[in-house]
C-alpha cells in the first residue's frame, strides 16, 4: 500500500533551518510528483511547492521562495524539504503529499511534521 | 495567484441534512484542476474529489462535485457523523496551486 512517512516533529530557534524527509514505499517514486503543504496552528492549508522525482525540477511558492530547497534521493525514494532562515511565522505542521496525476491533486499524505519555531 | 474564496466560513447542519459548500475562483479554472479535501483534527487532508466532480478512490457516494469556470461546489446529500469536519478546495492547474481557507461543517 502507499505510504508517505516523515521525519519526527522539530523544535527551531528563528535563524534556523530545519530538514524535513517524506520516504516513500509502496508505489514507484518517480512516476508520481511530491508537493508540500503546511498548516499554522488553526489555520488552513498552504502550498509550498513540489518537485519532480524523476529529475528534480521544483515549483516553489513565492512566500518561501529563496528559503525553501526541495530535493529528492531516487535511491531510498525519500523527498526532502529544507526550510532557512526560520521565523516564528514558520512554526506549522508540514505534509508532504503525492500527485495522483503528474502536476495534479494529492492523493496520499504523510502524517505531517510539527516543525515548531520558538527562541 | 489565483485565490479561492469558499462559503460559507461555518455550517451548523444536523447528521441527515443536506450540505452544500462552495468555492469561488477570482479566475477561471480548469475543471481538470480543482480538487476538495475533507481535513479532520490532528489529520492529514484527505482527497475526496478530483476533476471538480469525480470521487476519489473509497469514497461514498454521497460526496458530489459540480461546476466549472469560476464558480465549483461540494455537496454532501446525507450527512453523517463521520462527515462533520473541515473541507478546503484547490486549485492545481496554474502555480501556485492555491487552496481555499476552508468551511467547517459542525454539528448543529
Known amino acids: 500500500q502507499v505510504q508517505l512517512v516523515q521525519s519526527g516533529d522539530e523544535v527551531k530557534k528563528p535563524g534556523a533551518s530545519v530538514n524535513v524527509s517524506c520516504k516513500a514505499s509502496?508505489?514507484?517514486?518517480?512516476?508520481?510528483?511530491i508537493s508540500w503543504v503546511r498548516q499554522a496552528p488553526g489555520q488552513g492549508l498552504e502550498w509550498m511547492g513540489w518537485i519532480s522525482p524523476y529529475n528534480g525540477n521544483t515549483k516553489y511558492a513565492q512566500k518561501v521562495q529563496g528559503r525553501v530547497a526541495m530535493t529528492r534521493d531516487t535511491t531510498t525514494s525519500t523527498a526532502y524539504m529544507e526550510l532557512r532562515s526560520l521565523r516564528s511565522d514558520d512554526t506549522a505542521v508540514y505534509y508532504c503529499a503525492r500527485d495522483r496525476v503528474w502536476l495534479g491533486e494529492t492523493d496520499y499524505w504523510g502524517q505531517g511534521t510539527l516543525v515548531a519555531v520558538s527562541s | 495567484e489565483i485565490v479561492l474564496t469558499q462559503s460559507p466560513g461555518t455550517l451548523s447542519l444536523s447528521p441527515g441534512e443536506r450540505a452544500t459548500l462552495s468555492c469561488r475562483a477570482s479566475q477561471s479554472v480548469s475543471s481538470t484542476y480543482l480538487a476538495w479535501y475533507q481535513q479532520k483534527p490532528g489529520q492529514a487532508p484527505r482527497l475526496l474529489i478530483y476533476g471538480a466532480s469525480s470521487r476519489a478512490t473509497g469514497i461514498p457516494d454521497r460526496f458530489s462535485g459540480t461546476g466549472s469556470g469560476a464558480v465549483f461546489s461540494l455537496t454532501i446529500s446525507r450527512l453523517e457523523p463521520e462527515d462533520f469536519a473541515v473541507y478546503y478546495c484547490q486549485q492545481c492547474g496554474t502555480s501556485p496551486w492555491t487552496f481555499g481557507q476552508g468551511t467547517k461543517v459542525d454539528i448543529k
Open positions: 509502496g508505489y514507484t517514486f518517480m512516476n508520481h510528483g
